[in-house]
């Protein structure tokens, strides 16, 4: 099975910190994405990776930076934490692009800023 | 707004009883997925239904799509409490990297 792993389940940081969010996946997934959950909002997509050192935005890049210098790890970066960026963080990776394959999620970051 | 809206956005029925949720979207797509999310936790895949299929079946799980229409459904038979969790339509559109979600369906499967 595809495992997704992200760094830490909960995170507490405050206000102005620069703010580091880990995944890791096991299956040589080209594509990764990160994605931030809120009530009533559904998913939104943040930022995605197609290869190692490559990126793209997504609806809701601003305030966040992303890098991908392994195949395996897709870090995502909070430059200066607010406290608009509390929220759940969710991970995931696809085997291809444009393909009929589905993303497999990790278990997501509840990141609150204070 | 989403791609992917579902309907209702809650839902509460009897153990044993059957659960249908509706997803609408807008544009063309290549497949429409179907995700699981228990509460605090990540998104799990349950069924993927490609543009030119119809129906799918998964165990308990049954999709169809009706793209003249945009849209689809997931029907839960024989529901359980375990199967209690909220449900998101994603939409894998023709052309682009990225999937995109609806909202949610909250589903209360009561014992």
């Known amino acids: 099975d595809v495992k997704v792993t992200q760094s830490s389940r909960y995170l507490v940081k405050r206000t102005g910190e620069k703010v580091f969010l880990e995944c890791v996946q096991d299956?040589?997934?080209?594509?990764m994405f990160w994605y931030r959950q809120d009530p009533g909002l559904g998913l939104r997509l943040i930022y995605f990776?197609?290869?190692?050192?490559?990126?793209e935005k997504g609806d809701i890049p601003e305030g966040y930076s992303v890098s991908r210098e392994k195949k395996e790890r897709f870090s995502l970066i909070l430059e200066s934490a607010s406290t608009n960026q509390t929220s759940m963080y969710l991970c995931?990776?696809?085997?291809?692009?444009?393909?009929?394959?589905?993303?497999?999620f990790g278990d997501g970051t509840r990141l609150s800023i204070l | 707004s989403q791609q992917g809206e579902e309907d209702p956005q809650a839902l509460s029925i009897q153990e044993g009883e059957n659960a249908t949720m509706n997803c609408s979207y807008k544009?063309?797509?290549?497949?429409l997925q179907w995700y699981r999310q228990n509460s605090g936790r990540g998104l799990v895949h349950l069924i993927l239904?490609?543009?030119?299929?119809r129906e799918k079946h998964s165990g308990r799980l049954r999709v169809t799509l009706d793209t003249s229409k945009k849209s689809s459904s997931l029907l839960i038979t024989a529901s359980r409490a375990a199967d209690t969790a909220s449900y998101f339509c994603a939409t894998d559109a023709s052309g682009s990297y990225k999937l995109i979600f609806g909202s949610g369906t909250r589903l209360l499967v009561r014992p």
């Open positions: 299956m040589d997934h080209e594509n």
């Open positions: 995931a990776s696809r085997p291809q692009v444009r393909g009929n394959q589905p993303q497999h």
């Open positions: 990776s197609y290869d190692v050192k490559m990126k």
């Open positions: 544009t063309s797509i290549n497949n």
């Open positions: 239904i490609r543009s030119n299929e």
